[in-house]
């Protein structure tokens, strides 16, 4: 006998199937048709202790003043990109092919950050960003009247 339900429960599964294979393809990074990784989200470690925040992202073969970070409305944002062009010039050939790969990654931070005074630093292919937390503000009382 048919049972409405178990349809329902083999299209949930389905779909289960479907979004986890694609958040598995997003960690490992999307690939074009030539199966040349393009983009890759960077791993990440993410330290909070009473003075700061302290992020470190895997980004691997990226030269360092190819990154770029920005802060806008608490969203931290880093990007970077990994250019290769190969030339060769041999009796009667020449090539000339170029490649294109890059990291990008955005993380939300907590309303008490302080990212103008946040600082970065990039050593042996991990980036490290420290973000001071924000003095906490006194409390105001107002007159009533």
């Given at each position: 006998m048919w049972d409405p339900f178990d349809e329902i429960n083999k299209?949930?599964?389905?779909?289960?199937?479907?979004?986890?294979?694609?958040?598995?393809?997003?960690?490992?990074?999307?690939?074009s048709k030539t199966g040349i990784k393009d983009f890759s989200i960077p791993?990440?470690?993410?330290?909070?202790?009473?003075?700061?925040?302290?992020?470190?992202?895997?980004?691997?073969?990226?030269?360092?003043?190819?990154?770029?970070?920005?802060?806008?409305?608490?969203?931290?944002?880093?990007?970077?990109?990994?250019k290769h062009e190969a030339k060769i010039e041999k009796r009667g050939m020449y090539r000339y092919e170029r490649s294109y790969s890059g990291f990008h990654r955005s993380l939300s931070l907590p309303e008490n950050v302080d990212s103008d005074r946040m600082k970065s630093e990039y050593?042996?292919?991990?980036?490290?960003?420290?973000?001071?937390?924000?003095?906490?503000?006194?409390?105001?009382?107002?007159?009533?009247?």
């Open positions: 299209i949930k599964r389905e779909m289960d199937k479907m979004f986890d294979d694609f958040f598995k393809r997003s960690e490992r990074g999307f690939s791993l990440s470690d993410v330290i909070k202790n009473n003075n700061e925040i302290v992020i470190n992202l895997d980004m691997p073969d990226v030269d360092k003043k190819d990154i770029i970070l920005s802060v806008r409305d608490n969203i931290l944002e880093v990007k970077a990109e990994k050593k042996d292919g991990v980036l490290k960003i420290i973000i001071p937390k924000a003095k906490k503000k006194e409390l105001k009382k107002l007159v009533i009247r």
